[in-house]
């Protein structure tokens, strides 16, 4: 499974959108692009993941750039309930196997 | 209840003592994995299970041990605990069909050994 990177932290006014960014330059052809968060002491929670194209579901927006070699999460308008660590993960189809490797994350402060 | 459960949620033992920890899930999920979370890191995966009777090494599996005799559980045991596995373990699980598919974590062990 590819590698990904991520800033350590960043901060986030509430309300404001929040985008959170990772590089995942050595992505093949046949891996996705998986959003994880884990908010404080609790198991990590799905977020959204992609293939290629952009998608967009009720938590988040991912955008994944042409060339497949990094992409963003956007939290349209983050809340203070979005104060979590985000982590990015490329992995194949899961029919194809596909354990998740978890880098360090991003933690995402979301101020008032 | 449908889900994914681990029990216990907190554990003390002592070094050198056998520890088993729990994990249970309602779905019929394929896959299983146990992670740990040391303070102020990100999860790293003990071992995974693609189905029962199928178990494979992560990246820290030293002194663990894991079977997956049925589909719904795996349990993990710590042979012989040592300090350095305080941690919290968190299990998860997906369903091995289809192109793509989340994990779902349970809630966590809290595992001190002193």
């Known amino acids: 499974d590819a590698k990904t990177t991520q800033p350590t932290s960043m901060d986030c006014a509430e309300g404001r959108a929040a985008n959170l960014p990772c590089n995942h330059s050595t992505i093949s052809g046949n891996e996705y692009v998986y959003w994880y968060r884990q908010i404080h002491s609790q198991g990590p929670q799905y977020i959204i993941h992609?293939?290629?194209n952009n998608e967009t579901n009720e938590m988040a927006s991912l955008i994944i750039t042409e060339d497949r070699k990094s992409s963003t999460l956007i939290l349209p308008h983050a809340t203070l309930r979005d104060t979590a660590v985000y982590y990015c993960i490329v992995r194949v189809a899961s029919n194809q196997g596909g354990k998740l490797i978890f880098g360090q994350g991003t933690e995402l402060s979301v101020k008032p | 209840d449908a889900g994914i459960t681990q029990s216990p949620r907190y554990k003390i033992t002592e070094t050198g003592r056998q520890v088993t920890l729990m994990c249970h899930q309602t779905?019929?999920?394929?896959?299983m994995f146990w992670y740990r979370q040391d303070l102020g890191h990100g999860l790293r995966l003990i071992y995974y299970s693609a189905a029962a009777d199928i178990t494979d090494k992560g990246e820290v599996s030293d002194g663990y041990v894991v079977s997956r005799s049925k589909t719904e559980n795996f349990p993990l045991t710590l042979e012989s605990a040592t300090r350095s596995q305080t941690s919290v373990y968190f299990c998860?699980?997906?369903?091995?069909?289809?192109?793509?598919?989340?994990?779902?974590f349970g809630q966590g062990t809290r595992l001190t050994v002193v």
């Open positions: 992609g293939l290629k």
């Open positions: 998860a699980s997906r369903p091995g069909q289809g192109a793509d598919s989340e994990a779902f």
């Open positions: 779905w019929s999920h394929s896959y």
